[in-house]
C-alpha cells in the first residue's frame, strides 16, 4: 500500500488546507504561511492528538451532568416535573410513541456516547499505534464528524418547546441545566472530531512499513 | 532562492525540538472539569438524606414526582415506591433536602395530602390539580430516624400549634370523629385529635387539642360532654331543641364549660383526664361527691324499677336506684327484693348548707335515724310513667306510720318502706273484698226469695180486692154520685139570685152594715170625749 503511491509528507509536500495548494514542506517550515491565500500550513493538524483528547475529556465530563440533570421542566397546572433527557425517553416509550423516543433516544443518547466512544477509539489507535483496519477506522471518523452536528436536534427541540409552551398556569415548559451541558457535549465532540486527523491513522502504517 | 538553500545545506541543520508547550486547547477539559466537579461538589454538599416512609397504600402517590412538602415548601421527592415482602404496606423511599434532618425524627409524621372531605372541612382541595403530596410535621423533639410510619389521616394539629393536649374518658364515641370540634360557649375552640380504645376495653380515650389562648379556659373544674347531634325536649314550656352548630350536628363535637357553683379552679394541666358526659345536663346531675346509700327491702313486685331510676322527695329528684335484685331470707322463708338506692344529699339547698352537708357527710347515720324514727321517713314504690309503666322510688313522711327503727344490712342502713301507693289501693281493694267475703249471701239470697214468695201472695191478694171493689161497690158509688148531684141542684135552686135565702142575706149584711158604722161613731166620739159616756155627748159651739 505504502508502496503503491508516495504521500505528500514523504515527498515534502503540504496541502494548504483552505486552498489546497501543494507547498514544499521546507518552504512550509519556514513561512507557516500559505504562500496563496495565507493560511496556515502544517502537515498534520497541529497538536492533534492532545487537542482532541482534551476536547473528548471536556466532552467525557460534560456528558454526565447532561444525562443526570433535569433537561426540560415541565408545569401542568401547577405540577412541576424534570425530566432528563432518558426520563423523556422512557415517557415517551410508557405513552406509546415508539417513534418520538427512539429519535430522542438516538439523537441524544446513542449518538453522543457513539461519538465519543469512536473518537476515544481512534486516539487510542493512534496513540498505541495499531494497526487494525485502517480503512473501517476512517469511514468511522467519517460517520462522526456526519452525524455529530445532528445531536443539536435534542437542544432545538427544547428551544422551540420553551418558546411555543407559555401558556401560564396550565403548561409551561422551562429548559433545565442539562441543555446547557448537552449542547456543551455536542459542541466539544464536533470539535475533537474537527481536531482529529485522520491521516494519522494512516501515518501509523507508513512509519512502521 | 537556490544560493540561499545552497548556503542553508552548508549551515548546520538547526533541532528543531517539538514544543512541549502546554497546548491552550487543556483548558477546554478544565474547564469541564471545574464545572463538573462543581457540580459534583454541590450534589453531594446538597444532598440530603434518603428516608423510608411506609404507608397502606400509594394511591395518588408517584416515583420521581412526589414531593414531599412541608408547610407547603419542598424539601424532598420521592424516588421509589415498593411492596413490603408481605405486601402489606407500600415502602416509600424519598430523597430529602440537605438541612432536613433536624426534622426527620420518631416524632415527625408523614402523611398523604389529598383532596378530603369531611363532615365540617374540605382540605387538599389544591392537590385535584396538582396531584397529591406528602405532608409533613416535623418535630424536633425526638430521636433521629430515617424510616418512617406514614399516617393515614392528616394529623389534625401540627406539632407547632400553640395550644394543649387534654385527655378525654368516654363510654363510647358516639358520633365522634377525628377533627370534631370542640366548643367553649358555642365558639369553636379545639378539636378531637385522636381516639383509641382503652387498656381494658371498656371505654374510649379521646384525645383533644385546645388552641392557644383558650386551653387556660379549661380547669379542674371543667366539665366536657358530647355536643353531637341535638337534644329535643318537650316540657311543660314548650318544644325546645339545643345544639352547639349545624357542624355538630353532622360531625359530632364536644363542648365544656365550667361546672356551675363551683369556680374556675386551678387551670388543668396538659393530658389531664377528664370525664365525657352524654350530654349537658349530666354534667349538672354528676357533679355530686357526697353520695350516701342505703337498702330499701321490698316486698311487692318492683316491676318498671331500673338501675337509674329516680329516688324522689316532694317530687325532687335525690338521688338514683343503682342496684336491685331479689333475695330469698333462708330464715324466714321470705323473698325480698332489697334496692340499693344512692342519696346524693348536695341536691338539696339549705341556707346553712355547708354546715348541713358536713353532718350529712361526716355522720349519716344521725341524719337519717331522726328523719326516719321522729318524722317517719319511708320510702315507697310509686308510678314513674303510666304510659311505660316506669316506676321509681318516693321519699315520703308518713306521720302516723307504725315505729320503725333502722337496721343495718350489709353495712347500709336499711330505711323502712310502706307499700307503693298501687299496693295501698290494691291491699284496700282486698280489704273490701275480704268484707265482702264475710257477707252470707245465700242466707240472704233465701230470705229474699221468702220476702218475694209472701210479697207474691200480698200482690194476689190486692188483686181480689180490687176485683171485688170494682164489682160491688163501684155501682154503688155511682149511684152515691148521682143522689149528690141531684142535691146539688136542688141546693142551687135554693140558693139561687132570687131565693128568699139570697135576699134575707142580703138585708141582713145591709143591716150589719148599718149597725158597723154606728158602732165606729161612737167610738170616735168616744175616743174623743170619753167623758160623753157619763155627761152625754157635748153640743159643739159651732151647732
Known sequence: ?209 | MTDRSQVERQAAEPVVQAKRRFSIVWIVPLVALAIGGWLAFKAIREKGPTITITFATADGLEAGKTKIKFKDVEIGQVETISLQDDASKVVVTAKMVKGSEPFLTDQTKFWVVRPRISGGSVTGLGTVLSGSYIGIDGSKQGAPTLSFTGLEVPPVVSFDHPGRYFQIVADTLGSLDVGSPVYYRQIQVGQVVSYSFNKEGTGVDIKIFIDAPHYTKVTENTRFWNASGFDVSLTAQGLKVDTQSVVSILNGGIAFDLAKELGPGVEAKENEFFYLYPDRNATQEKRYTIRNYYVLLFDESVRGLNVGAPLEMYGIKMGEVVDLKLEFDVDRKKFTVPVTVAMEPERVSSSKKQEALKIIENDPGVFITSLVEQQGLRAQLQSANLLTGQMMINLVFVPDAPKATLTSRNGLTVVPTIPGSFERLQEGLSKIIANLEKVKFDQIGGELQQTLKETKTTVAEIGGLAKKLNSETAPKLQATLAELQKTLVELQKGMGKDSPLNYNATKAVEELSLTLRSLRELLTTLDNQPQSLIFGKEKKSGE
Not at chain 1, 70 to 93: E, H, N, R
Not at chain 1, 115 to 133: E, M, N
Not at chain 1, 134 to 143: A, G, M, N, Q
Open chain 1, 1 to 209: 500500500m505504502s508502496k503503491s503511491a508516495a504521500t505528500a509528507l514523504e515527498l515534502g509536500l503540504v496541502n494548504c488546507h483552505d486552498c489546497h495548494l501543494l507547498v514544499e514542506l521546507e518552504q512550509a517550515r519556514r513561512h507557516p504561511h500559505c504562500p496563496r491565500c495565507g493560511a496556515h500550513l502544517h502537515a498534520r493538524k497541529p497538536n492533534s492528538l492532545a487537542r482532541t483528547w482534551a476536547l473528548v475529556w471536556a466532552a467525557i465530563i460534560f456528558i454526565v451532568p447532561a444525562n443526570v440533570l433535569p433537561m426540560t421542566v415541565t408545569t401542568t397546572l401547577g405540577a412541576k416535573q424534570a425530566d432528563t433527557i432518558m426520563s423523556g425517553v422512557i415517557y415517551f416509550m410508557q405513552s406509546g410513541s415508539w417513534e418520538i423516543a427512539a429519535v430522542i433516544f438516538i439523537a441524544s443518547v446513542f449518538v453522543p456516547f457513539a461519538k465519543l466512544c469512536i473518537l476515544i477509539f481512534l486516539l487510542c489507535s493512534v496513540q498505541f499505534r495499531w494497526g487494525w483496519r485502517p480503512k473501517d477506522r476512517t469511514s468511522l471518523y467519517r460517520l462522526t464528524e456526519l452525524v455529530g452536528r445532528w445531536s443539536m436536534v435534542d437542544i432545538y427541540v427544547v428551544t422551540i418547546l420553551v418558546a411555543l409552551v407559555k401558556l401560564g398556569a396550565v403548561a409551561a415548559i422551562e429548559a433545565g441545566p442539562a441543555a446547557v451541558y448537552f449542547a456543551a457535549v455536542v459542541v466539544t465532540t464536533m470539535f475533537a472530531a474537527e481536531s482529529f486527523d485522520p491521516r494519522l491513522i494512516w501515518d501509523v502504517l507508513e512509519e512502521d512499513v
